[in-house]
C-alpha cells in the first residue's frame, strides 16, 4: 500500500538536544512538506521540498533544518535552538493530481514532548 | 490579515442530521484552490473535498459537499446524514495561485456527534 510513514508516533527527548524526526513516502511525489501543530491550533508550515536537493523555508523554519537527498525521504531535525519544540508534527507529501489541485497526503504523525 | 477564517472552535449535531462548517477566505488571487481536511484524534489530516476557484460547480464527494459563494469568499463545508464516525477537527485550507504552492491552514472546528 501506497502511503506515508513517520516515527516514532511519539518521541521524548531532554531540552538541549536534537532530534531528527523520520518521514518516507512511497507515493512517488515529487513535493514533501513539514507542518506543526500545537494544541487548538491550525497547521504551520516549517519547511517544504519541491524536488529531490532543494527546499525552502516555510512560515516558522527557525529553530529546524531539513534535507532532500532521496525523493522518498524529507526527514527533519528539531535542533536545540528551537524555543518551543514540544509540538505535533506532520509530514506531507503532493503531486499535481488530475485537475492540477496539488492535494496533500499526510502522515500520521510524530508527538514530540521536550522536557 | 487571516488567510482562513473559521469562526467555530466547535459543533454539535445529532447522527443523522446535516451540518455546516464555515470557512472564509482572504485572497487577491483570481486563481486559487480550497481544500477540508478531517482530523481524527488519532492525529492524521484526511483530504475531504476541493474546489477550485474557477469550477463552475460547487464541489461533491459522498456526504461531502462544499457550499461555494466566491463573492462572499466562503468554502462551507456540508455534511449530511451525519455519522458517529464524523466526530473530529475540521481544516479547511486554501492554495493561491496555479501549480504549486503552500497551504495555508485554518485553526478548525471541533465537530461532536451525539446519538
Known amino acids: 500500500d501506497g502511503g506515508i510513514t513517520q516515527s516514532p508516533k511519539y518521541l521524548f527527548r531532554k531540552e538541549g538536544q536534537n532530534v531528527t524526526l523520520s518521514c518516507e513516502q512511497n507515493?512517488?511525489?515529487?513535493?514533501m512538506y513539514w507542518y506543526r501543530q500545537d494544541p487548538g491550533q491550525g497547521l504551520r508550515l516549517i519547511y517544504y521540498s519541491q524536488i529531490v536537493n532543494d527546499f525552502q523555508k516555510g512560515d516558522i523554519a527557525e529553530g529546524y533544518s531539513v534535507s532532500r537527498e532521496k525523493k522518498e525521504s524529507f526527514p527533519l531535525t528539531v535542533t536545540s535552538a528551537q524555543k518551543n519544540p514540544t509540538a505535533f508534527y506532520l509530514c506531507?507529501?503532493?503531486?499535481?493530481?488530475?485537475?492540477?489541485?496539488?492535494?496533500?497526503?499526510f502522515g500520521p504523525g510524530t508527538r514530540l514532548t521536550v522536557t | 490579515a487571516q488567510k482562513i477564517t473559521q469562526t467555530q472552535p466547535g459543533m454539535f449535531v445529532q447522527e443523522k442530521e446535516a451540518v455546516t462548517l464555515d470557512c472564509t477566505y482572504d485572497t487577491s488571487d483570481p486563481s486559487y484552490g480550497l481544500f477540508w481536511y478531517k482530523q481524527p484524534s488519532s492525529g492524521e489530516m484526511i483530504f475531504l473535498i476541493y474546489?477550485?476557484?474557477?469550477?463552475?460547480q460547487n464541489a461533491t464527494e459522498g456526504r461531502y459537499s462544499l457550499n461555494f459563494q466566491k463573492a462572499r469568499k466562503s468554502a462551507n463545508l456540508v455534511i449530511s446524514a451525519s455519522q458517529l464516525g464524523d466526530s473530529a477537527m475540521y481544516f479547511c485550507?486554501?492554495?493561491?495561485?496555479?501549480?504549486?504552492?503552500?497551504?495555508?491552514f485554518g485553526t478548525g472546528t471541533r465537530l461532536l456527534v451525539s446519538p
Open positions: 507515493l512517488n511525489h515529487d513535493a
Open positions: 474546489q477550485g476557484s474557477y469550477d463552475q
Open positions: 485550507a486554501m492554495r493561491e495561485g496555479n501549480g504549486f504552492q503552500k497551504l495555508v
Open positions: 506531507a507529501s503532493s503531486y499535481p493530481g488530475d485537475r492540477g489541485n496539488y492535494e496533500q497526503y
